[in-house]
């Protein structure tokens, strides 16, 4: 499975970033805050190998690190197993991704190159395994967001949406159009890429290429989503006026 693969080069890419050595009474120091994290929270991200870690276990690390907890090659550390539970949807609040990849947007453009590409390899999996499950835990504008703070240019991401023809990254795409306009406008580049983007044909043509093969209810998602798109004022889609 791709994802998999890109996982596994995290791993490889962030194994140069240990621990700190073992020290009573935790079993292993770092810095933290005792006022926003207990030991217990710390010991219990100590307990068992990195990759059994579960997202309940490194839910307070994930939410303080840097700030209160560790340092960033801590941050570094838990990287791969981090990024793996948020791909594989296993984190359920998917509030706590937005202060964690904040975190790695803010630095990473200086990590070393095997780390950012890294970065990168997986970042594209996640996009392509969102795509082709709906719905998804982190929704595709969520996914996007992630794109923007990691200052990840996003039109390769919504050129390889442009050669999906499959129903799953079809009716994410027609919610996308149903969500946008909820969504305050941003100055960020990749916003307004996205605004064209959504705006300009293709997205109708899309909308266009799968309904006709969808069931009842799928392809109501996508003519509410045309409806929207006819509102908004751009060209119209094939065999429209």
Known sequence: MELDGACGRLYAAF???????????????????????????????????????????????????????????ELKHFLPRVLELFAHEEVEDTTTVWPFMNKIGAAWHNWPDD????????????????????????????????????????????????????????????W???????????????????DRWIEGPVVRCLLEAVSAASAQKVAAEFRHAREILDQLGGPPGPGRT
Not at 34 to 61: G, I, K, N, S, Y
Not at 176 to 194: M, P
């Open 176 to 194: 996308l159009v149903r969500d946008f306009t909820c969504h305050s406008a941003s100055a960020d580049e990749w916003y307004a890429a996205l």
């Open 15 to 73: 194994a140069r970033y240990p621990l700190p050595a073992a020290r009573c009474p935790l079993p292993a120091t770092t810095d933290y805050c005792d006022h926003c994290v207990t030991a217990d929270e710390v010991a219990a991200t100590r307990t068992r190998p990195m990759r059994l870690l579960t997202a309940a276990e490194l839910q307070p690390f994930v939410t303080r690190t840097v700030s209160t907890w560790g340092d960033m090659a």
């Open 115 to 174: 780390e950012r590409s890294a970065i990168r390899a997986f970042l594209g999996a996640w996009w392509r395994t969102t795509l082709g499950e709906y719905p998804r835990r982190l929704d595709v504008m969520e996914m996007l967001e992630v794109v923007g703070v990691l200052d990840v240019p996003v039109g390769p991401y919504l050129a390889h949406w442009e050669t999906r023809r499959d129903e799953a990254a079809t009716r994410h795409l027609a």
